[in-house]
């Protein structure tokens, strides 16, 4: 079967497939002029998914115990839970994979034909030296932070998100642009008030803790204005923020999107604490009330602080976090540890026409 890199989303994937240097049609996806791969032709895909695809095993050999109820067919979970394909239906991605894998559909069709699971998410010894969280849950792990001991939990394996943390690195040049939006007067502020509040001013944010200065841009004039949840008629200023140097920052909002293919990665363990991912990336990016309690900032304060803990040869390893705007579609957010790697050079006053509110009845 002809496939080409535009049938895929992986960023390794991709990179086998255009280091075969051919160009022509895909017959799958109708790209023309692109790199195609021929599954007959060569095995590189195919040692690639034949180790990725044994973390599954189909429901006829699963332990008795091992709950129906969460055993899925593959082509279903390979569309839903993998950033593997580009746009495929299931049948597409059912002839791609047994195409890749021909022999092992040959000895091993229920692989591919049987709803099929991840044993090692039942298993407890497994668990208890694979996850993230130690006793495999969010909420004990929000639990202990909240109410046993804020600074020294050992409900999370330190080790591992550093691990995953150096799968996620973006860098920045000098010279990039993010935006910073308060609320004002009709008169605005000027630059020097547009910058991370002073100590004294500082209060509880999704990346600091009260006392900790951290600087917080948006990628666009409209998500910063967004996540300030202004009202209607308030007047704002909106500062723009250049980066002075190159830096590396976390990039949390694609956390539970790491390719299973990356060199040194054990697809099997990350596939068993990506759920614990995906709740760090919902909670980084969770919309707060005004109601809602300063502890609900608890467990990302913990992971932005170690993540600021991060060193290498004694220097910080990472200056900041970057995660998804919720208020606003495409949009994103940093938290810039050191304040003063951006300068803000210019701003503008906007008033706000309108809001779009929307709704829907909870009772
Ligand atoms: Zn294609």
Known sequence: MIICEKCFCDTEVISIIRSKKEIGSCPQCKSKNVYIYDTNKYDDLNILFDDFLSIYTPSSQLPDSYPNSETFLLKDELIENWNIFNN????????????????????????????????????????????????????????????????????????????????????????????????SSKDGFNCEEMGAPPIDKTADGRANARGIRCLYLGDSLDTTIYETRVGAYDY????????????????????HQISPYIEGL????????????????????????????????????????????????????????????????????????????????????????TIDYRKHSIK
């Open 88 to 183: 495929k239906s299931k049948s597409e991605v059912y002839n791609i994979i047994t195409s890749i894998c021909k022999e092992k559909y040959q000895y091993n069709a229920e692989l591919f034909d049987q709803p099929v699971g991840i044993q090692e998410l039942y298993d407890k010894e497994y668990l208890s030296n694979h996850s993230l969280l130690t006793t495999n849950s969010w909420d004990d792990f929000v639990e202990a932070l909240e109410t046993k001991n804020r600074f020294h939990t050992h409900y999370i394996n330190l080790d591992l998100l550093e691990r995953y943390c150096s799968y996620i690195r973006k860098p920045y040049k000098a010279g990039e642009i993010f935006y910073r939006c308060r609320i």
């Open 236 to 255: 704002v200023t909106v500062g723009m923020f250049e980066l002075k140097k190159d830096i590396i920052v976390v990039d949390l909002k694609v956390i």
């Open 266 to 353: 054990d697809c099997l363990e990350y596939a068993i604490n990506r759920e614990h991912l995906n709740k760090i990336n919902d909670e980084m990016s969770k919309i707060m009330r005004r109601s809602d309690s300063t502890l609900d900032y608890i467990p990302t304060q913990y992971i932005t602080d170690f993540i600021k803990s991060i060193t290498h040869d004694g220097m910080a390893e990472y200056d900041g976090i970057e995660y998804k705007s919720v208020m606003h579609g495409d949009g994103y957010n940093l938290a810039i540890f050191d304040p003063s790697l951006f300068k803000c050079v210019g701003t503008n006053v906007y008033r706000i026409d």
